[in-house]
Nanobody, 116 residues
């Protein structure tokens, strides 16, 4: 079983920055992927960015050039630096980890609100 704890969400004005962090604990074996997803109000959950093990980083089209994902394998953490935030970036952001042992695990979500 893998537990994920997110931090760093909040309220920011358009053009501002936020940094999200996610720490994984528990039985972490064979990490396949770590990443971030978000769910805007009234919409489905969508990809923000992921770092697959041994493969290239994938960013959602809406965040390319503005967001940067990073991963610390030794600490089992994944972070998301969000710059030039827009009101449409508003939503609940979820951390995700996929492992050989446990499959997909999700954090509880952290709210990001960008005011215009």
């Amino acid at each position: 079983q893998v537990q994920l704890v997110e931090s760093g969400g909040g309220l920011v004005q358009a053009g501002g920055s936020l940094r999200l962090s996610c720490a994984a604990s528990g039985i972490i074996f064979g990490i396949r992927n770590m990443g971030w997803y978000r769910q805007p109000p009234g919409k489905q959950r969508e990809l923000v960015a992921t770092i697959p093990t041994g493969s290239a980083i994938v960013y959602g089209d809406d965040v390319k050039g503005r967001f940067t994902i990073s991963r610390d394998n030794a600490k089992s953490t994944v972070s998301l630096q969000m710059n030039s935030l827009k009101p449409e970036d508003t939503g609940v952001y979820y951390c995700n980890i996929r492992t050989l042992a446990s499959g997909d695990s999700w954090g509880q979500g952290t709210q990001v609100t960008v005011s215009s």
